[in-house]
T-cell receptor, first 110, second 114 residues
Framework: GQQVMQIPQYQHVQEGEDFTTYCNSS?????IQWYKQRPGGHPVFLIQ?????EVKKQKRLTFQFGEAKKNSSLHITATQTTDVGTYFC??????????FGRGTQLTVWP | NAGVTQTPKFQVLKTGQSMTLQCAQD?????MSWYRQDPGMGLRLIHY???????DQGEVPNGYNVSRSTTEDFPLRLLSAAPSQTSVYFC?????????????FGPGTRLTVL
C-alpha cells in the first residue's frame, strides 16, 4: 500500500521524560512530513524532511530521516503537558496528496 | 486570512440522507483535498483536486462525490449516507510552488450517521 507504518500507537509518559515515535516504509520515500493534532483539533504541519540522513530540530523536537529514506523518527526531549496530542507522519505525493501513518497518541502526566 | 474553513462543525444524519460538507480557502491554493479520520486509522484521502474543474479519487472515494468550480471552494457530497461514513472529515489545501508542500487543514466536520 501507499501508507507509512507508525509505532507505537500510544505512549504515556510522565512530564520530563523523553518521547519517540517511529515511521517506516517498505519503499523509498521521496519525503516525509510530520503533523501534530491536539485533542479535538486538526492536524498542524510541523516539518518536512527530504534528504537522506537529514536531521532537523525545533526547540525540544528532533526529526530524523533515515539514510535509506525508508524511515523517520520524531523525538521530544523532556516532554511537557503542552506536547499532548497525536503525532502523524505522512508521505507527501505529487498533486498535493498525503498518505498518513496511523499516528502516535501521546499522553503526558504532570 | 481565514485559512481553510469548513461547515458545518457537527452534523447528524439518518441512513440514506444526503448532505454536502462545505470547504473554502482564501490562500489561493491550487491543491485541495478531503480526508476522513477514524479512530486508530490516521487520515485517509477521499478525493483531491489540482485546480478548478479537475478532481480525482484518493484511497477511499466510494460513497462520496466532489466538484471544484472555483479555486476557493471544494465541497464534498454524500449522496446516500451510511453508518460507515460516521467520521471526522478534514479539508486541506496546499500551494503548487514546491514539489511537496505543507498542507493547511480546516477545523473539521464531525459527522454521525444513524
Amino acid at each position: 500500500g501507499q501508507q507509512v507504518m507508525q509505532i507505537p500507537q500510544y505512549q504515556h509518559v510522565q512530564e520530563g521524560e523523553d518521547f519517540t515515535t517511529y515511521c517506516n516504509s517498505s519503499t523509498t520515500l521521496s519525503n516525509i512530513q510530520w503533523y501534530k493534532q491536539r485533542p479535538g483539533g486538526h492536524p498542524v504541519f510541523l516539518i518536512q524532511l527530504v534528504k537522506s540522513g537529514e536531521v532537523k530540530k525545533q526547540k525540544r523536537l528532533t526529526f530524523q530521516f533515515g539514510e535509506a529514506k525508508k524511515n523517520s523518527s520524531l523525538h521530544i526531549t523532556a516532554t511537557q503537558t503542552t506536547d499532548v496530542g497525536t503525532y502523524f507522519c505522512a508521505r507527501g505525493s505529487t498533486l498535493g496528496r498525503l498518505y498518513f501513518g496511523r499516528g502516535t497518541q501521546l499522553t503526558v502526566w504532570p | 486570512n481565514a485559512g481553510v474553513t469548513q461547515t458545518p462543525k457537527f452534523q447528524v444524519l439518518k441512513t440514506g440522507q444526503s448532505m454536502t460538507l462545505q470547504c473554502a480557502q482564501d490562500m489561493n491554493h491550487e491543491y485541495m483535498s478531503w480526508y476522513r479520520q477514524d479512530p486508530g486509522m490516521g487520515l485517509r484521502l477521499i478525493h483531491y483536486s489540482v485546480g478548478a474543474g479537475i478532481t480525482d479519487q484518493g484511497e477511499v472515494p466510494n460513497g462520496y462525490n466532489v466538484s471544484r468550480s472555483t479555486t476557493e471552494d471544494f465541497p464534498l457530497r454524500l449522496l446516500s449516507a451510511a453508518p460507515s461514513q460516521t467520521s471526522v472529515y478534514f479539508c486541506a489545501s496546499s500551494s503548487r510552488g514546491e514539489l511537496y508542500n505543507e498542507q493547511f487543514f480546516g477545523p473539521g466536520t464531525r459527522l454521525t450517521v444513524l
